[in-house]
């Protein structure tokens, strides 16, 4: 089945196998995806299923998205996302059905597409979680630089190297 889930990540751990060797694994909330509109062919020109994820409240969501969800008879979803099928597939599903996790069987490899959050030029402390200076005893325009990274280490800030 080539069909698309919306999940979230919550965090990345690790399982031992019976070897003793340690498998990295991201974890997912795979909560259920509801199909909110059908596309089809003759109307939209391509086949494709509409699925949201995550409850919103109905206040935090205009009046154009409401009527949408209305109209499937669902819950406002935070996230759209359409998933291309093929029509024979798409028969398989209605308007407001729930797709679970159990569409996959035990084993399966999936494909993992991520968004990472963009920090553009960013300092040490946005980036890497570096904590910021006290600002005494003489810490002068430095408060968010890095600092001392470890012992035997050097922080090459500019001008002479001084040994």
Same mark, same amino acid.
């Given at each position: 089945?080539?069909?698309?889930?919306? +999940?979230?990540?919550?965090?990345?751990? %690790?399982?031992?196998?019976?070897?003793?060797?340690?498998?990295?694994?991201?974890?997912?909330? #795979?909560?259920?995806?509801?199909?909110? %509109?059908?596309?089809?062919? #003759?109307? *939209?020109?391509?086949?494709?299923?509409?699925?949201? @994820?995550? *409850?919103?409240?109905?206040?935090?969501?205009?009046?154009?998205? %409401?009527?949408? @969800?209305?109209?499937?008879?669902? #819950?406002?979803?935070?996230?759209?996302?359409?998933?291309?099928?093929?029509?024979?597939?798409?028969?398989?599903?209605?308007?407001?059905?729930?797709?679970?996790?159990?569409? @996959?069987?035990?084993?399966?490899?999936? *494909?993992?597409?991520?968004?990472?959050?963009?920090?553009?030029?960013?300092?040490?402390?946005?980036?890497?979680? @570096?904590?910021?200076?006290?600002?005494?005893?003489?810490?002068?325009?430095?408060?968010?630089?890095?600092?001392?990274?470890?012992?035997?280490?050097?922080?090459?800030?500019?001008?002479? *190297? +001084?040994?």
């Amino acid at each position: 089945m080539s069909i698309e889930l919306l +999940c979230r990540k919550i965090g990345m751990t %690790q399982i031992f196998e019976e070897s003793g060797e340690a498998v990295p694994v991201t974890v997912l909330d #795979a909560s259920p995806n509801v199909v909110v %509109q059908k596309k089809t062919e #003759a109307t *939209d020109g391509y086949t494709a299923l509409q699925l949201g @994820f995550e *409850d919103r409240r109905p206040a935090s969501t205009n009046k154009a998205q %409401q009527g949408h @969800f209305q109209k499937a008879g669902v #819950a406002p979803k935070r996230h759209l996302m359409e998933s291309r099928i093929d029509a024979k597939e798409a028969e398989g599903f209605e308007v407001g059905q729930e797709i679970k996790v159990e569409i @996959f069987e035990k084993g399966q490899r999936v *494909d993992v597409t991520g968004l990472s959050k963009g920090r553009g030029m960013a300092g040490v402390v946005k980036r890497h979680g @570096f904590s910021i200076k006290r600002r005494t005893h003489g810490t002068h325009e430095a408060f968010r630089h890095g600092g001392s990274i470890g012992a035997g280490t050097r922080l090459r800030t500019g001008g002479s *190297d +001084c040994r």
